[in-house]
């Protein structure tokens, strides 16, 4: 039981502390980093200041302003004076811009791009940035594909008739194939018959077409970093100052009780009446018990003779 009682007290210490510890961190107290005590003015007058260094997050209404005492005099707030501490503000940044480029020659690319470059970020950090050459990329955009009409002519002379089977179908032509698409026919020896002109000898005109298919890069893409450090002015901090004026503390005046110091003290007065109330009531409580006690032990004598009877 004391082992429960005991867990329960942690858990209750623990969940306090978790539900205070944000509102103490963002509103105080807070305690001052700097503290000079000085006079001021013609009259010299005794000023104390305390210096407190805020986050842009800390509420200042937890910085203390009560009175407080100090060397015999009573210090009281006269001003409290805001500072925003402004600083600048740096990080490390990169910036990847990307371009267009006919060539992938990586060594043309490099004279397109600017060794160093100039910066403003959306948060409004500027800098300038040096190139990255390591970071330089070049890929194909895309590719493109054409296609055009190929063809070939084969002579085949000295054929023994005007027959297509004498000439090839297909035939190779810079490593592709065309097929045969047309013959024309030369007569190459004549004899004569019964007075006719006739050919005995023939020469074939082969036409062969075909097509070839063949893609190109439509264009590179080059993306490059550029590395650096940007910086902008911030306001960091608040300082508050809290300036405190002392007077002089007022001596307790003696209280007048018209008694002189050689008179001597009168002699106290008892309140009798208040004294008497008690010894009455003692009195009150005394006479009943012997009553009680008078009226029991006649009841057990008139109970004896009745015995004896």
Known sequence: MKKRIVMLLCTAVLALGLTLAPAMASGGPFYPIKVDEYTYGPLDELRISKVYQLSLSDDPSGIPTEDFERGGRRYYLLDMIKEDEIGVDTQDYTDTITMDSDTNDLSKILKQLEPHREVTTEDGHTGLLALDYTSVKVEAKGYKTNTRSLSATRTYPNLAGQDTQYIPKTIQDGGRTLTLQDVSWQTDNTGSLDGYALGDRYTAVATYTGSATSSYVKGYT???????????????????????????????EPVDDGLEATDPAPAASFNWPLLLAPLGLIAAAGGGIGIALFLKRRSELAEGGDEDA
């Open 222 to 252: 080059v993306t490059a970093d550029y590395t650096g450090t940007v910086s902008r002015i911030a306001l960091n901090k608040t300082r508050y100052v809290a300036i405190f004026e002392g007077t002089p503390l007022q001596p307790a």
